[in-house]
Structure formats: C-alpha cells, structure tokens
C-alpha cells in the first residue's frame, strides 16, 4: 500500500552561458545522473532548502537564483518502486530552480558533506530529457519550460 503525501522538495538547475546544464553522477547507481536536489526540512523554506542542498550536494556556498517555478511540480513513484521513500511518499512535489554560479564558486565535490555525486557533467537539456528515468519525464519536461531552458 502506498502513502497518501507527497514529498516536499527543491531542484536546482545550473545553466551555464552555452546553455547546457550541469547534473551528477550518483554514487550509488552508476552511470544515474540527476540535477541536485533534496527535501525541505520542517521549518525550512524552499530557498533555504536549495542553498543548503547545493552546499551540501555541490560544495557550493555562492550561486545567483535566475528564477523558479511558481507552484511544486508533482511526480508519483511508480508502484513498483521498492525503494523507502517509495513507502512513506505517494510522490514528489518539487520546487524548481533555475541557478547561475558566481565567478570564483565552482563546484567542488571534495567540499561536499553528502557524497551524494561521484562526477559533474555539463549536458543539453534534450540530452538530460532523452536519460531520465520514464516516471520523471513529464515533471523534468514541465520544469524546463517553466523555467525557460530551451530544449536543444
């Protein structure tokens, strides 16, 4: 049986000014790649939930917010799913941020508590569309063009 709740969220969407943004390898599924992202803690809100993500996920402590979604984007695990998360949360409703790094920032995996990512890459936002797992698409879809990054 699967929780009723969805999983209160932020993305964070580096762009850099060729148009490719940047997403991690996992550590734990190799060759899975995903943008950073995370909960929102209680009391927290969802611009402190991303600037402590990406500090945590990234190592980065300075960036610029471009813009966000307006409202959560929703997805629903599929039932097969059998993952923890999977049994406590019906979803995910994510807050989507569009991110710029400041000159001097870079992401510095070493810096980071989470170990969440093993390796950085810049990619398209087709080819970040055409890798992702099927029950993310639409959620990822609805987001780029929210957030206006064209799919080249």
Not at 95 to 103: A, D, G, P, T, V
Request: net charge neutral.
């Amino acid at each position: 049986m699967q929780a009723m709740d969805y999983r209160k969220c932020v993305v964070g969407v580096f762009s850099n000014p060729q148009g490719l943004l940047l997403v991690g390898e996992r550590s734990d599924l190799a060759n899975q790649w995903q943008f950073p992202q995370g909960g929102v803690d209680q009391g927290e809100s969802p611009e402190d939930a991303i600037k402590r993500e990406i500090r945590e996920e990234l190592g980065i402590e300075k960036f610029e917010i471009i813009r966000r979604t307006l409202d959560f984007i929703h997805y629903d695990f599929p039932s097969q799913l059998s993952k923890d998360i999977s049994k406590k949360y019906r979803g995910q409703k994510q807050i989507w941020y569009h991110l710029r790094l400041k000159e001097g920032f870079p992401p510095d995996l070493s810096k980071a508590t989470d170990q969440e990512f093993i390796n950085l890459q810049w990619k398209t936002p087709k080819q970040i569309l055409d890798e992702i797992i099927y029950w993310k698409k639409e959620a990822y879809t609805e987001a780029f063009m929210q957030l206006s990054l064209h799919l080249k």
